[in-house]
């Protein structure tokens, strides 16, 4: 290997292994990365052709009908509707409150360690645990029943810690300058929270709560044993109803009902990841704007 | 109350009592309810998943049988069997394969999009991994089904594609979101002044990483591996549909296997309450719980060693 020059310097044999190195490792982990993200692309890609040619105006309109296999997917629309204004009716303030604690009140404590390591494993505990926890909690011991009632509060608990998270994220991102000019004018510290720190943090909490929708319409397990139903071709009248679900109809149309023709279950995923990645999409878009208009 | 200093009264704001004064109070104890729910609802769920399904695992669960013998025969007449041995092999062997292929390729990643990648690069991929976690995972299951299923059976000659190299890989790609996440936040708290004495000394860009930021990083990048062996060892829907679904001690990758989420999920609808069977769902469900919750502990306390020895 001949020894290159480099404005004056000499590079040694050594530092050309290193440069070729480190140009090696770059293309590799780029490598990884698309490797990573390329099934997202290819799975939509597969997702949108096998799924088209079931959507159409009734496939969004109609009851399921003879045996699901064929008809649409409205009560499931319907109900998944109902379980995630029900959910965010419930986890929004409770998270709302427990980040507002966390990022204005709480000094760094046992408590706060303990909060925070509770709030981790309640979005690491598995699925089917919160489930279990739905069943045994509000289904028998609060005696909701299998419910719509039942079936949202489980994925409330559930979906907390995302509204917590980001809450609390965007609580932190208010410059402290803007509470202390508030405090110095004489305002309690709940004063300030609402005048001053939750205005400016209002669309980044947003954000989060959009996400945690998005995270509600997609669980699956946590309401299978709690309010949602396999076939029910009939609106929920009430929160103590069972309805169907997107996420749980696609569980059944893929799974429970024979002969069910291919493109049939491929709306209905085609349907939900839409949803879902929409949801997400304006989440994330949302978050971007912000950051653009922030003046501070 | 107000006191009288020189002429001049003056009021003491601690002592003021007034509507403002009582609508803090009322807002600091609405929001520290709202604080602590998060613990109440932890230990909410351990005693109501408890209250079913510890007294079973105590005092009528073989402790010896249950995780030694494969034999999961919950409804078999007169004496059902509970070894969970096979759907511990099950959790195991899915989870297992899905570490092995998603920790490197989650490391790699998190290390491109945290060392290398810059502006809009940096942004477009980062959006990707979180698009990639928005994946419900019922969806991925109906992939496993669907996609994964034939592929596999075309590509290998074998009879049955629903086998853990399926669960695996479904489970891999689920569990790399939050490890690739959890990673680059690992390798981004490491001070950037580590970085520039690197670089002062002529390191490349590669060396700096290898010698300095992953060492610096190591602790986080174990919490990133533990939370991703979390979230594939508790992930139900994808497993159920993707893993065959059979009770059998797998010998490779091409056999299908049951998981204990998977196994709660399809039997706990069949179940009289109150039964042997509803009750010893419960108790998969305890050690599903603790299980977690020892994971996410110590994940938790790495990151924090990891801080703290940096401050």
Sequence with gaps: MSAQDFGGFQAQPLDLQNQKNQRLFRILFLLMTVILILPVVIILMLLVSKGAPALSWAFFTENPVNGMTEGGIFPALVGTLWIVAVALIASVPLGVAAAIYLSEYASDNALTRAINLAIINLAGVPSIVHALFGVGAFVLFFGFGTSILAASLTLAVMTLPVVIVSTRESLQAVPQAFREACWSLGATRWQTIRKVVLPNSISGILTGVILEVSRTVGETAPIMFTGAAFFLPFLPQGVLDQTMAMSLHLFVVSTQVPNVPEELPFGVALVLIGMVLVLNSVSIAFRMYLRGQKKW | ?311
Excluded: C
């Design chain 2, 1 to 311: 109350m107000s006191d009288k200093v020189g002429g001049v009264v003056r009021h003491s704001v601690e002592d003021k009592i007034d509507a403002a004064w009582i609508w803090d109070r009322i807002a600091r104890a609405l929001v520290f309810v709202g604080g602590i729910s998060a613990i109440l609802f932890i230990i909410a769920i351990f005693i109501f998943v408890a209250q079913q399904g510890l007294g079973f695992a105590l005092f009528e669960l073989d402790a010896a049988t249950f995780f030694t013998s494969p034999a999961w025969r919950p409804t078999s007449e007169p004496e059902p069997q509970f070894g969970a041995l096979a759907l511990i092999a099950g959790t195991a062997s899915v989870t297992g394969f899905a570490m092995l292929v998603a920790v490197p390729f989650s490391l790699g990643a998190a290390i491109y999009i945290g060392e290398f990648a810059t502006g809009r690069t940096r942004e477009v991929l980062k959006v990707l991994v979180e698009l990639l976690a928005a994946i419900p995972s019922v969806v991925w299951g109906f992939i496993g089904l669907t996609i994964m299923n034939p592929l596999i059976i075309d590509l290998f000659d074998v009879p049955v594609g629903l086998t853990i190299l399926n669960a695996g890989l479904i489970l891999g790609l689920m569990a790399a979101p939050i490890m690739t996440t959890i990673a680059e936040d690992a390798l981004k708290a490491v001070p950037e002044g580590y970085r520039e004495a690197a670089e002062a000394m002529g390191a490349t860009r590669w060396q700096v990483i290898r010698q300095v930021v992953l060492p610096s990083a190591k602790n986080g990048l174990v919490a990133a591996i533990l939370l991703g062996v979390g979230r594939g060892f508790g992930e139900t829907m994808a497993v159920l549909m993707a893993s065959g679904h059979s009770v059998n001690l797998p010998t490779s990758p091409f056999d299908s296997v049951r998981a204990l989420t998977a196994t709660i999920a399809a039997e706990l609808g069949e179940t009289a309450r109150g039964s042997e069977h509803y009750q010893v769902l419960f108790s998969l469900g305890i050690l599903l719980f603790l299980v977690t919750f020892v994971i996410n502990l110590l994940a938790d306390i790495l990151v924090r060693k990891g801080k703290g020895r940096r401050a």
